[in-house]
């Protein structure tokens, strides 16, 4: 049973550009949520997908914005990249209707911006 | 809102001694409380939850975690440390109702000492 998978592993960007980060929810996942752990941080929320909308949304800019497709996977956009927005980008996911039951995180991608 | 705090930013033990890390929480009504563990370069590892009914939660790794309401605390025990459990631990609490965020803490480097 495959957990959750993001790509790429590691990527760099140059200031003002953008990307766009994948994520492969768990097997019997609906719902994905995506957090920023920048270096020596905890991870801070940036939004969740749920039935392909986003249903809620953490402190985070509209350069940020996602998608969910209809087999559950999703992306992170970010356009107009900043240094700041380097780290790590966590994807999570987990059933919406056993919320309860927390979530399962992908390994991540690391991104740096130079 | 909810928050965490894990008040230590690192945490030295000797192997084969007992090991704490504290977290407190706050969140209006009921938590669902939650801690993971990071490795270099990984995502989170669940490690164990509370959800309801027994204020002593055993999880992966022969982790465990005390759930005390009137402290509104979580911390998380190991009876004897091993060098292997060295990582960063993060505490994460979730409000009962609806489908709310895991909100984390900023983390706790533990290093287990040979």
């Known amino acids: 049973d495959a957990g959750v998978t993001q790509s790429p592993t590691h990527l760099i960007k140059t200031r003002g550009q953008q990307v766009t980060l994948r994520c492969s929810p768990k097997s019997g996942h609906d719902t994905v949520s995506w957090y920023q752990q920048a270096l020596g941080q905890g991870p801070q929320f940036i939004f969740q997908?749920?039935?392909?909308?986003?249903?809620q949304r953490g402190n985070f800019p509209d350069r940020f914005s996602g998608h969910q497709f209809p087999n559950y996977s999703s992306e992170l956009n970010v356009n107009a990249l900043l240094l700041g927005d380097s780290a790590l980008y966590l994807c999570?996911?987990?059933?919406?209707?056993?919320?309860?039951?927390?979530?399962?995180f992908g390994s991540g991608t690391r991104l740096t911006v130079v | 809102a909810q928050s965490v705090a894990q008040p230590e930013d690192q945490v030295n033990v000797a192997e084969g001694n007992p090991l704490t890390v504290k977290c407190t929480y706050s969140?209006?009504?009921?938590?669902?409380l939650f801690w993971y563990v990071q490795y270099p370069n990984r995502g989170l590892q669940f490690l164990l939850k509370?959800?309801?009914?027994?204020?002593l939660v055993k999880g992966s790794y022969g982790f465990e975690a005390e759930f005390n309401k009137s402290q509104t605390s979580f911390h998380l025990k190991k009876p004897s440390a091993l060098v292997s459990d060295s990582a960063l631990y993060f505490c994460a609490v979730r409000a009962y109702s609806g489908n709310t965020p895991l909100v984390f803490g900023k983390g706790t480097r533990l290093s287990v000492i040979a």
């Open positions: 999570a996911s987990s059933a919406y209707r056993e919320g309860t039951y927390g979530y399962t």
């Open positions: 997908y749920y039935e392909e909308e986003e249903r």
């Open positions: 509370y959800i309801t009914g027994d204020n």
């Open positions: 969140v209006s009504g009921n938590p669902y």
